[in-house]
């Protein structure tokens, strides 16, 4: 798994584009927040698929390190396939944002994701401040 988390003041994004055939997405077509968030970009990869529940023990682990050292508890997930070659299947990527968004909800993160299986239109903003940008493979 390579996980990108990302402080962000902002975040827009819109639906423009499915790209899976099944429909995934239980999420808002388009989103606009202001304050901030942290966006975690998430690429669960094919080896990934034989110890799933320990790579999402781990993705919330660091989320909340991140969010510890940022002050902030709000975090939109985001499957971005675009961080490595290795890919798992849809079902199971869904799967991790799914449960990582469970168990940070349980902890008292306020947790959203982008919709699932579509490209987005998208709009960010961040500060240039120390810590507000780390990537992790696990």
Excluded at 32 to 39: A, F, L, R, T
Excluded at 70 to 81: D, K
Excluded at 103 to 110: A, C, E, H
Excluded at 120 to 132: F, N, P, V, Y
């Amino acid at each position: 798994m390579r996980v990108l988390l990302w402080k962000m003041q902002k975040v827009k994004y819109k639906k423009a584009k499915k790209t899976l055939e099944k429909d995934y997405s239980n999420s808002d077509d388009s989103m606009e927040i202001d304050g901030d968030i942290i966006m975690v970009f998430i690429n669960v990869e094919k080896e990934d698929e034989e110890t799933v529940d320990s790579k999402i023990t781990k993705l919330v682990k660091n989320i909340k390190w991140f969010g510890n050292k940022n002050g902030c508890n709000n975090v939109l997930l985001h499957s971005f396939a675009h961080l490595s070659s290795s890919k798992s299947e849809p079902d199971t990527a869904k799967y991790v944002l799914d449960k990582a968004e469970e168990r940070l909800k349980n902890v008292d993160y306020q947790v959203s994701q982008t919709p699932f299986g579509y490209l987005l239109d998208i709009e960010l903003s961040s500060k240039g401040e120390a810590l507000t940008r780390f990537f992790k493979e696990f």
